[in-house]
């Protein structure tokens, strides 16, 4: 079984600043590993993706990740964030080939202070 | 590239009333698709997921079924809506069947009063 946990369920960050959200997995086997965004009233939209190969993955928005596979870890970054990306992260993890299921974590509230 | 479209995209209905979500997936033949509740505070979690026309697995026990009667449509259901089944539907389809990457429709809000 194979399981995802968001450590922060808000993060308020202001302006500019750097932000970090954090994600860890769990799983027995190799693993793809997925960044989601969810604008309000909206669905979800991929962000990034981790298949294999370089540990850093960049993605949509200036955002970027990093697999971690001894801290089982894909933590999402930015530098410096816009009002624009206020939104709700989601990580999600699959065994890959043959997996029919993704695993979601519950998500983390991404709040840009002006 | 994939195209899902969900309907309707809100709905507020009694309870024990019955439902239907309809979704439809263009640009793709033969997909993976998913059914995914979200409820407050609670991440997505998944309700039902088809192979192919007619196969429908349930990821957890519900008040809810599915149905898939063409390759490219996934119907949620109800006969009788509790309180609990409010929330935000999205539908899925499954992009690539290596890597389990999955495309989002844009949800179907379900208020149940």
């Given at each position: 079984?194979?399981s ?16 970090e ?5 769990s ?5 793809y590993l997925f ?8 669905g979800?939209q ?6 294999s190969?370089s540990?850093?993955v960049?993605?949509?928005n200036?955002?970027e990740?990093?697999?971690n596979?001894?801290?089982?870890s894909?933590h999402?970054r930015k ?7 206020t939104a ?7 065994s890959?080939?043959?997996s029919?299921?993704l ?12 | ?16 009333s019955?439902l239907s979500?309809e979704c439809?997936?263009?640009?793709t033949s033969?997909?993976?698709l998913y059914w995914y509740?979200?409820?407050?505070g609670r991440?997505?979690q ?7 026309i ?5 990821e957890?026990p ?6 898939r009667p063409?390759?490219?449509?996934f ?7 509790l309180?609990s089944?409010?929330?935000f ?7 690539s ?7 989002f429709g ?7 009063l």
């Amino acid at each position: 079984a194979q399981s995802v946990t968001q450590l922060d369920s808000q993060v308020p960050v202001f302006e500019e600043a750097p932000v970090e959200l954090r994600c860890n997995y769990s799983s027995s086997v190799s693993v793809y590993l997925f960044w989601y965004v969810q604008y309000p009233n909206q669905g979800l939209q991929l962000l990034l993706k981790y298949l294999s190969g370089s540990t850093l993955v960049k993605g949509i928005n200036g955002f970027e990740a990093e697999f971690n596979k001894s801290q089982t870890s894909f933590h999402l970054r930015k530098p410096s964030v816009h009002i624009s990306d206020t939104a709700e992260y989601f990580c999600a993890v699959t065994s890959g080939a043959g997996s029919y299921q993704l695993t979601f974590g519950k998500g983390t509230k991404l709040s840009v202070i002006p | 590239s994939q195209t899902i479209h969900q309907w309707p995209a809100t709905l507020v209905q009694p309870v024990g009333s019955p439902l239907s979500l309809e979704c439809t997936v263009e640009g793709t033949s033969n997909p993976n698709l998913y059914w995914y509740r979200q409820a407050a505070g609670r991440g997505l979690q998944l309700l039902f997921y088809s192979v192919g026309i007619g196969q429908i697995s349930s990821e957890v026990p519900q008040n809810l079924s599915a149905s898939r009667p063409q390759d490219r449509q996934f119907i949620l259901s109800s006969k009788k809506l509790l309180l609990s089944d409010s929330g935000f539907y999205l539908c899925a389809s499954r992009t690539s069947a290596n890597t389990g990457e999955l495309f989002f429709g844009e949800g179907s809000r379900l208020t149940v009063l």
